[in-house]
């Protein structure tokens, strides 16, 4: 079993939708939580980084952490075609350590 | 200010080969990770330096695989013996050395060996 598990998609939304995109852990350990995007070609870019659990907000995005379920989720609000790309989720149990990502979301917001 | 800088940012090499991989970090990132990305796949752990030692290197999947980091900045990533399982995307990241940082990625190296 990963360590993260990530649904693949590919996720196809219209323009203006709101965009959940999820991950689960086995690790309870997990404390540090990440939500890259990586465009094609790109390194990830960080969007959002939270400690334990509850619910984080910054513009568009809002990230959710829930350590009884071990399961951390995005929104995106007000999707736009920018918005396209492969988003990651990535965790640790110690910041200063090994960073466990998911396999990746692939979404694409249709004009 | 400048990112994480990774050099070349391609690079194709035959079976066999010795090649190089340099990662040059955010000024004043006392931390600096590998990272390689196969097709489809997320990054996965090769190694990490806290200044000039290397921290964790578990990642490393055998011995042809080697990365120093002499003066506690620039890193380079050294793989011998290239084999055609070794074609990956290698990324590097780099963070501050304290509560709260995440890691800072460069757009990485493309290894295709033929």
């Known amino acids: 079993q990963k360590e993260v598990e990530q649904d693949p998609g590919p996720l196809s939304v219209p323009e203006g939708a709101i965009v959940s995109l999820n991950c689960t852990y086995s690790?309870?350990?997990?404390?540090?939580f990440m939500w890259y995007r990586q465009y094609s070609r790109k390194g990830p870019e960080l969007l959002m980084y939270?400690?334990?659990?509850g619910n984080k907000e910054d513009g568009r995005f809002t990230a959710q952490v829930d350590k009884s379920s071990k399961y951390i989720s995005l929104f995106i609000r007000d999707s736009q075609p920018s918005d396209s790309a492969t988003y990651l989720c990535?965790?640790?149990?110690?910041?200063?350590?090994?960073?466990?990502f998911g396999s990746g979301t692939k979404l694409n917001v249709k004009p | 200010g400048a990112g994480v800088s990774q050099t070349p940012s391609n690079k194709v090499t035959e079976k066999g080969k010795y090649v190089e991989l340099r990662c040059d970090p955010i000024?004043?990132?006392?931390?600096l990770y590998w990272y390689r990305q196969s097709l489809g796949q997320g990054p996965e752990f090769l190694i990490y330096?806290?200044?000039?030692?290397?921290?964790?290197d578990s990642g490393l999947p055998n011995d042809r695989f080697f990365a120093v980091r002499p003066e506690g900045s620039v890193s380079t990533l050294k793989i011998q013996r290239t084999e055609r399982g070794d074609s990956a995307v290698y990324l590097c990241?780099?963070?501050?050395?304290?509560?709260?940082?995440?890691?800072?990625f460069g757009n990485g190296t493309r290894l295709t060996v033929t």
């Open positions: 990241a780099s963070s501050l050395m304290r509560s709260g940082s995440p890691l800072h």
């Open positions: 690790n309870s350990a997990f404390q540090y």
């Open positions: 939270t400690y334990s659990s």
């Open positions: 990535a965790m640790s149990a110690d910041n200063f350590n090994k960073f466990y």
């Open positions: 000024s004043g990132h006392t931390a």
């Open positions: 330096f806290q200044g000039t030692g290397a921290a964790d």
